[in-house]
């Protein structure tokens, strides 16, 4: 039903990789007593390792990030602070 463009596909596949393989801690946080910082189903938290893969592929792509009433229309590299 639904198609991505080339670029769009990488950055899916590549969360569905990060999803897939941070599944088995969200599920130990929330066995945990007090675990319930991970209840949000619709939360990925990305480690760093996945930025290595993940953010030249932000670069490459149209995207837009939204967190809470913050958006940003554009992933900018920069060494500044």
């Known amino acids: 039903v639904h198609v991505f463009?080339?670029?769009d596909r990488a950055i899916v596949?590549?969360?569905i990789v990060v999803a897939r393989s941070e599944a088995a801690?969200?599920?130990?946080?929330r066995?945990?007593?007090g675990g319930t910082a991970f209840a949000m189903?619709?939360?990925l938290?990305?480690?760093?390792l996945a930025w290595e893969d993940l953010l030249p592929l932000f670069a490459r792509a149209n995207v837009?990030?939204?967190y809470g009433m913050r958006t940003a229309?554009?992933?900018?590299?920069?060494?500044e602070p």
């Open 64 to 66: 837009r990030f939204e």
């Open 41 to 43: 189903d619709r939360l």
């Open 25 to 29: 801690y969200r599920d130990a946080f």
């Open 73 to 79: 229309d554009a992933v900018v590299v920069t060494e």
């Open 5 to 7: 463009k080339p670029e």
């Open 31 to 33: 066995a945990a007593p």
């Open 13 to 15: 596949d590549k969360l």
């Open 45 to 48: 938290i990305l480690p760093p």
